[in-house]
């Protein structure tokens, strides 16, 4: 196993959606009217916030396991395949015979993206299981991710998280974009969240959605963390930043780097943050500068997780 300072990273158990993106890139607004368009480039990868934290945490030095569900299908094989190869435990993904594997194609911008989504088996997991499965986990942290997408896992989530708090467990939560715009039922589980990992839009929406209409991000940041969480916000290429309970805010820059594709950054950040946490970093800056840090350096590749950090890419950049 991987050590920092002479220290095991403790494990870490992800909860989620699981499922295959295939990323376009180049002109790739839609013309109807059967327009055929030439694009750069497509690639087929691992899809999923959960599971490329899975696979950032993985390649971070910690041990993960993740909890999701996909179909027996080709696309459900390659998801398995690509997290196996990933170095996360997969014994906890379970297979639906029924239902197809969630697909997402990305239509990727140099400076966007949009996302569709067929959900397939993504809104399908059961709390009532993942609460049974963090019962005998030896993990010391449990995240949670796509809140948005998983209507039955959203709705059972306040308890999900205080069993995990009865066991001794830390938690944490990416709510992700919500496709319906409602935000409904996020901010009453925050109380249960102790790292809340949202982007600068996502924190917007949450405030919103609590009833807080501030007009700066700080502001909103230090009303949501008197909720409960520690907010720590994904900036793009300019890091992260962070807001306690007491206030006291931290900052981490980006990394300046050419890049590729930015599918994936935001979970490659969350990756970082909490990888940081398994390995002990008990400085909120440095797990910061960890978090920015890992999302810049996932933007080099295709896709979500071709291309995230090691520690020794982390080292390389400076990072402790």
């Not at 840090?293 to 950090?309: D, E, N, V």
Request: hydrophobic fraction near 45%; proline fraction near 5%.
């Amino acid at each position: 196993m991987t050590r920092v300072d002479g220290r095991d990273a403790t494990p870490v158990v992800v909860v989620g959606d699981a499922n295959v993106d295939l990323v376009l890139r180049g002109d790739v607004v839609p013309r109807f009217g059967q327009a055929e368009q030439l694009l750069d480039s497509g690639d087929l990868v691992l899809g999923g916030s959960a599971s490329i934290v899975a696979c950032g945490l993985a390649r971070l030095g910690v041990p993960t396991s993740l909890v999701a569900r996909v179909g027996d299908d080709v696309l459900g094989r390659f998801t398995l395949d690509a997290l196996r190869a990933g170095g996360v435990r997969t014994d906890l993904v379970a297979i639906d015979p029924a239902r197809p594997t969630g697909l997402s194609v990305i239509l990727s911008a140099p400076d966007d993206r949009a996302i569709l989504t067929v959900p397939g088996t993504i809104p399908t997991l059961d709390p009532a299981h993942v609460a049974q499965v963090l019962a005998t986990t030896d993990a010391r942290h449990v995240h949670v991710a796509s809140y948005f997408l998983q209507p039955a896992l959203a709705a059972g989530l306040p308890e999900v998280l205080a069993a995990a708090h009865a066991r001794g467990m830390t938690t944490s939560l990416d709510t992700n974009w919500d496709p319906a715009g409602r935000w409904s039922g996020v901010v009453d589980a925050l109380a249960g969240v102790d790292v809340l990992l949202p982007n600068s839009a996502e924190l917007r929406a949450i405030a919103r959605a609590g009833g807080h209409d501030a007009h700066d991000d700080r502001t909103l940041g230090r009303l949501l963390a008197r909720r409960g969480p520690r907010v720590v916000v994904k900036a793009g290429a300019d890091g992260g930043w962070s807001v306690a309970a007491d206030g006291v805010e931290h900052d981490a820059p980006g990394l300046a780097v050419d890049v590729v594709d930015t599918t994936g950054a935001g979970d490659s950040f969350d990756a970082g943050y909490l990888a940081a946490l398994a390995h002990g970093v008990d400085d909120e800056r440095g797990r910061l500068r960890w978090a920015a840090a890992a999302g810049s350096l996932s933007t080099l590749g295709a896709g979500g997780t071709s291309r995230q950090a090691t520690l020794e890419d982390l080292a390389a950049a400076g990072v402790p």
